[in-house]
């Protein structure tokens, strides 16, 4: 009997391949998983001093270090993969925004390997823009078509306007970048994360600038040090205004976590 000419792929190889519809959301929740584990190790062992301070709990050495190798190990294989699905993505969402017919044609393939590799949404929305333009071959996928890709414009150019319009999306930034949460595509979800996110970051600022705790006079005009917090410091308390680095990290984390709230359309379009 004639040899396999091929090696059986192995269990995970297998797995791997029935996970088509899902892989690019695997390689994007692994790589923000392992990136906050690898950020996290990083930041209490060397920034924080957690290596090297005996105030911190003992099971919290132990633990940054295994995020940290675990988180880096790997990010170093998935970082990679998702560069290369965003850079897939980048192209079907430049064709995606295209109003010539023809043009659409002739970067049909680009939009179809595209496709293939980002899952079931593009797929839809791919079959949309071929309806859209009366494109024959628009039955490849069997997924659901969208009615029209401008459905969710808002008519309305105010600020009032446009602040109407995000506050009732469910079409935000955050729900493309995050694929395969259906959650994040409901409108009190997004409104939700808009609340939670702004007055974390309204918080946070005010307590940097003007300070959340009382001091000796019984006015609140003093900071909380998050970092000497978490650190274990005796003084955790400064006058206001006082920055640390966990502070300003969280600050740049809810600002970007409010940003990605917004539309993803009205982003397209002040862009």
């Known amino acids: 009997m004639a040899r396999a000419s ?41 920034m924080l001093g957690g290596a090297t301070d005996p105030t911190h ?15 880096g190990v790997v990010a170093f294989y998935v970082v990679p993969e998702f560069m290369h699905y965003m850079s897939h993505r980048a192209v079907i969402e430049d064709i ?22 980002l899952g079931k949404s593009y797929q839809s929305r791919l079959m949309g823009l071929y309806s859209e333009f009366e ?6 996928y069997k997924v659901p078509v969208p009615s029209s890709r401008n459905d969710s414009i808002p008519s309305d150019e105010s600020l009032a306007g446009r602040m109407s319009y995000w506050w009732g999306t469910e079409e ?10 259906r959650t994040l595509e409901q409108q009190n979800s997004n409104r939700a994360i808009i609340v939670l996110s702004a007055s974390s970051l309204l918080l946070l600022i005010w307590n940097a600038f003007f300070g959340l705790v009382k001091g000796s006079s ?17 003084e955790i308390h400064h006058l206001a205004p006082h920055y640390d680095s966990v502070s300003l990290l969280l600050i740049v984390f809810m600002g970007s976590v409010l940003w990605s709230t917004m539309p993803e359309s009205v982003l397209d379009e002040e862009e």
């Open 6 to 46: 091929t090696r059986r792929k192995g269990f995970f190889a297998r797995w791997w391949d029935s996970q088509k519809d899902r892989q690019f959301q695997i390689i994007v929740y692994s790589t923000i998983l392992s990136t906050a584990a690898f950020v996290w190790g990083f930041l209490f062992l060397f």
């Open 57 to 71: 709990e003992e099971y919290m050495i132990p633990f940054s270090w295994a995020l940290l190798v675990f988180g």
């Open 96 to 117: 995606l925004t295209l109003d010539s017919r023809p043009e659409v044609l002739r970067r049909r393939k680009e939009a179809e390997d595209a496709a293939d590799i």
């Open 135 to 140: 494109i024959k071959g628009g039955k490849r």
């Open 172 to 181: 935000s930034r955050i729900s493309t970048w995050l694929p395969g949460l």
């Open 218 to 234: 019984g006015t609140r005009d003093h900071t909380l040090d998050l970092s000497a917090y978490i650190g274990g410091a005796d």
